[in-house]
């Protein structure tokens, strides 16, 4: 008898997701139809943001977002390690440099007094970053009034890492408002809040950003004739201005986009349920979840416990134990700068210590709508078995 696998994570398709999705297919466009706009107005509505640019994943938001900042060769880019490689790959892929900001151990999130410290010394020695990017980690925002104060004393730009984090608010503004940021990037891959299959979006209150990401993740081709640098040889002219990509989300992505964004609310609320009930049922001396900092909802993209006072051999251990009970556990993350192609970079074994503690600690558990209660209750005796064996 095979027992359910639960994984750590995973995409909830309705009927009605099917049926916004099969008419797309029924219909002429299936890309650079109605829907993407659509999903774009719908997107800038939730989140209370001047601007929405849909594109095919937030690795490709992201990209755009340094391009669209002025982010090039010798220029500086600060995020946190605990993250998925794509919130440092963004500054590699425009020839700019890589550091990072230790985090806080109590939440995951970048430590402000980190930062403050690495960027007096960065002032000093004249190499401050041109972009900061703060990862809302497991869906809570950082401090984002802080980090907005210190951009302002020492000159940064500021992308959110909002990948995990649609749905929830920073003192009651929904994440993605940019109040405190110049850009803010979703991710729509399965294991997230909602999902496109792939895709991501990135919002803006500046218009002339706006406009950059927008003709960046088409190629750079402008097809307005007011805007051609050259007279138009005839009514098929487009002009390309600028080197940019293909980044385009399709129809049929917008589409599902467009329907699991109306279930938003719910998914949130039932996220918090879910891991309520892991706080009331996993009560146990050796275990930690990570603080949910004030004025922050959280959108509980994971389900983070720490493991107290373990050596990262028991760490390992108590992972293997959860794999071979079909629980699907996942350590988020590696820190970024431990992965092989950022140590070829130079970076070392105790450049960020909370970091590589923090991932030696911490273990996700299956956090997803379809989630039932006695599927958490089989995690949580699994846990404290596996609690004990360790111990
Ligand atoms: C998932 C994720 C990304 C990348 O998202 P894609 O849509 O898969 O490109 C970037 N940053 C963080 C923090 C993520 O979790």
Redesign the pocket.
């Known amino acids: 008898m095979s027992i359910k696998f639960l994984p750590y994570a995973k995409q909830r398709i309705e009927e009605s997701d099917i049926d916004e999705v099969t008419q797309v297919l029924r219909s002429e466009l299936i890309t650079q139809g109605p829907k993407v706009p659509a999903f774009e107005n719908a997107i800038k509505d939730n989140v209370n943001a001047k601007h929405a640019i849909a594109v095919n ?4 938001a ?1 990209h755009i977002a340094c391009l669209s900042l002025g982010l090039k060769s010798g220029d500086w880019l600060w995020t946190s390690p605990i ?2 490689v ?2 440092a790959n963004c500054a590699l892929y425009c020839r700019a440099k890589i550091s990072f900001v230790d985090i806080e151990l109590k939440t995951g999130l970048i430590s402000l007094k980190d930062l403050s410290r690495k960027l007096r010394k960065a002032e000093a020695e004249g190499c401050l970053p041109k972009i900061l990017i703060p ?1 809302h980690y497991g869906g809570a925002s950082c401090n984002m009034r802080e980090i907005k104060r210190l951009s302002q004393q020492y000159g940064f730009s500021i992308i959110e ?1 909002a ?2 984090a649609i749905g929830g608010s920073y003192e009651n503004q929904p994440v993605g408002s940019c109040k405190y940021s110049d850009i803010t990037v979703f ?3 399965p294991v ?1 809040i909602i999902t496109t299959g ?3 979006v990135a919002t803006t209150n500046h218009d002339a950003i706006a406009e950059k990401m927008s003709v960046l993740r088409n190629h750079g081709v402008i097809k307005d004739n007011n805007r051609f640098q050259y007279p138009p040889e005839g009514d098929w002219a487009y002009e390309q201005q600028s080197l940019g990509f293909n980044y385009r989300m399709s129809d049929i992505q917008a589409a599902l986009g467009i329907s699991q964004l109306k279930k938003l609310k719910r998914v949130v609320i039932e996220r918090n349920k879910i891991m309520k009930v892991y706080k009331n049922l996993l009560v146990s001396e050796s275990l930690d979840f990570l603080d949910i900092p004030k004025d922050v909802l959280s959108t509980f993209h994971l389900a983070v416990i720490k493991l107290k006072a373990v050596s990262k051999e028991q760490h390992r251990e108590f992972f293997t134990i959860l794999r071979r009970a079909n629980i699907g556990v996942q350590v988020h993350y590696i820190p970024v700068h431990r992965q092989p192609y950022y140590r070829e970079l130079g970076f070392k074994e105790g450049d960020y210590p909370k970091a590589e503690a923090f991932s030696q600690s911490v273990i996700s558990i299956p956090m997803y709508e379809a989630l039932t209660i006695d599927d958490q209750k089989r995690v949580v005796k699994e846990i404290q078995g596996a609690v004990e064996k360790i111990m």
Request: aromatic letters at 10%.
């Open positions: 994943s937030a690795t490709s992201l993250t998925f794509a919130s990862i890492d990948s995990h991710s729509f891959h997230k792939e895709g991501g």
